[in-house]
């Protein structure tokens, strides 16, 4: 396995250690950020998932310099960001902090789009994220940093750049969701 793909593994095994820390009952006591009062274990949980998130830039910088890209990789990457950012904005939920019908819509859109991919890898084909599906997940990711950082209820957010976050996320999951089906379009066309 070459560096990239332990990067991305890497990635995958902060989840639980992220999970942990936000719901388990911890007894750190609260830190102020940004004006806001949070439980110290949220703020550590959100910087853990803040390093994870930033290990997505990191591998997929030394497989482009090192010319290190695989198919593994090609596989492995998506899916750590698509399982980091559902088991956050689950964790969001739980905490009252998003709104469950958003977060239902981007897991569905990760489904579908990793059902897609599969479809298109028994046709021999690896799909690697493209342009939109990067920035899809990069809307994601600073709209979950930053509700993980505010930690407040959606509708009362003090700071509202955090809900103007998810709402961007939102329209980028849609758009990029879509334009993954439009563009593999021939795979249902061809199918009996």
Known sequence: MNLPNKITVSRILMIPIFIIIMVADFSWGEIRFLGTAMPTNHFVGALIFIIASTTDWIDGHFARKYNLVTNLGKFLDPLADKLLVSAALIVLVELGAAPSWIVIIIISREFAVTGLRLILAGEGEVVAANMLGKIKTWTQIIAVSALLLHNAPFESL???????????????TIWSGWDYFYLNRRVFKNSK
Do not use: D
């Open 158 to 172: 003090s700071v509202p750049f955090a809900e103007y976050a998810l709402w961007v996320a939102t329209f980028f």
